[in-house]
């Protein structure tokens, strides 16, 4: 159980597209979902928490409108990287929060690496 | 704010042999959750085990067990009969009840490498 996917894995753009990443929980329902970066070799850096049916919070530093979250669905968030760049290359990762006695616990997708040319 | 250090940047093990992370934290909460996740070579995050910080017993996971002391602020992880598949990434991790918005700190991570 607690299973989250996230689609694409990987995926090649060129500089000034956008890129939409789609994360699911899929045997569980998550009222809220994290959204991660991680640089090489560093630890996990949260981006913005996706709540069901409102807004996004962001991080302070992360822009807003250059990162759009939706959180349409119980099982689903998405991530949509805006006029993307070259320093927007990184591996992006989500998770879900599973709530209930004895859970209570963020399951995480597998990442998607981002290379923008 | 809560932080999480992970003072050991890099361990390795001979295979079978017993090693143990270190994880220490700061917080004035009473009521929180700790975890340790692995993050392999495939990038993916696992939990690992999960401490619950009202239970005085320590979380234990088949060859994955924790030493828990909440006076001190001290999350290690006991990995024992190491096998290859445990080289990764560890990341300790301090999540707050916060009525569905639980962020996790995490802490730096120590890169664990098991040597045949």
């Known amino acids: 159980g607690a299973v989250v996917s996230q689609h694409p894995s990987r995926v090649i753009c060129k500089s000034g597209t956008s890129v939409k990443i789609e994360c699911r929980s899929l045997?569980?329902?998550?009222?809220?979902m994290f959204w991660y970066r991680q640089f090489p070799k560093k630890s996990l850096m949260l981006m913005a928490t996706s709540n069901e049916g409102s807004k996004a919070t962001y991080e302070q530093g992360v822009e807003k409108d250059k990162f759009l979250i939706n959180h349409a669905s119980l099982t689903l968030s998405t991530l949509t990287v805006t006029s993307a760049h070259p320093e927007d290359s990184s591996f992006y990762i989500c998770?879900?929060?599973?709530?209930?006695?004895?859970?209570?616990?963020?399951?995480f997708g597998p990442g998607t690496r981002l290379t923008v040319l | 704010a809560q932080t999480v250090t992970q003072s050991q940047p890099e361990m390795s093990v001979q295979e079978a042999e017993t090693v143990t992370l270190s994880c220490t934290y700061d917080t004035s909460e009473n009521n929180y959750y700790l975890f340790w996740y692995k993050q392999p070579p495939s990038r993916q995050m696992i939990l690992v085990i999960r401490?619950?910080?009202?239970?005085?017993q320590n979380a234990t996971e088949n060859r994955f067990s924790v030493n828990f002391q909440k006076a001190a602020k001290s999350f290690s992880l006991k990995i024992s009969d190491s096998q290859l598949g445990d080289t990764a990434m560890y990341f300790c991790?301090?999540?707050?009840?916060?009525?569905?918005?639980?962020?996790?700190?995490f802490g730096t991570g120590t890169r664990l490498t098991i040597i045949p």
């Open positions: 401490q619950e910080a009202y239970k005085q």
């Open positions: 998770s879900a929060y599973h709530a209930g006695r004895s859970t209570d616990t963020q399951y």
């Open positions: 991790a301090f999540m707050r009840p916060n009525f569905g918005n639980e962020k996790l700190t």
């Open positions: 045997d569980f329902q998550a009222t809220t």
